[in-house]
């Protein structure tokens, strides 16, 4: 029987080693494809602009940055139109120059902007019935939180004649024999 558990052992070991090989291949496919997935992100480049804005003069250089530095980037959220580089940033500041060309204000570039990407695009939104609250709405917190200090310290200085634990309460319950502290 000793030279039958050799023979009998190996094809089952043959298939034990073959399953390793696969799982191994398996997990090497699988860690390969992590790795590319995750570092695809890594080398995305920063849209460029492929070529340069070119400005007439310095006057409608001028211009261009004032009224770009009042608008947001809609892809962004956080940056101006000027500081952004995603693409459409580019397209946008391609397009306002174009519209300044045109001979268009700069009220009407912001409204062309508005109409077409909302009220979100100004960074100082214009003062209407749907931003009231976002244009006095601080004001209005300051002015109720003054009130609200207001009323305490009235309620604490016009007290009720209560002992508050002020030193002329505690003179007078030293000579009227209540010298008993509670602590």
Known sequence: MSGAGPRAAAPGGARRIAAALRTAACAALLAASACAILSAPLSAQPASDPE???YRDPA???RFH???????????QNQSLADSNAQ?????????????????????????????????VLYRPRVESTTWLLWFGPALVLLAGGYLVARVIRARAGGTGANDGTATDLGRASRSGEDEQEW
């Open 52 to 54: 340069p804005l070119r």
């Open 60 to 62: 409608e250089e001028r």
């Open 66 to 76: 004032d009224l770009v530095a009042e608008l947001r980037c809609v892809m962004c």
């Open 88 to 120: 459409i940033a580019h397209d946008l500041r391609r397009e306002v120059l174009e519209l300044m060309r045109q001979g268009k204000s700069d009220a009407q570039i912001k409204d062309f902007l508005v109409a077409r990407y909302g009220e979100f």
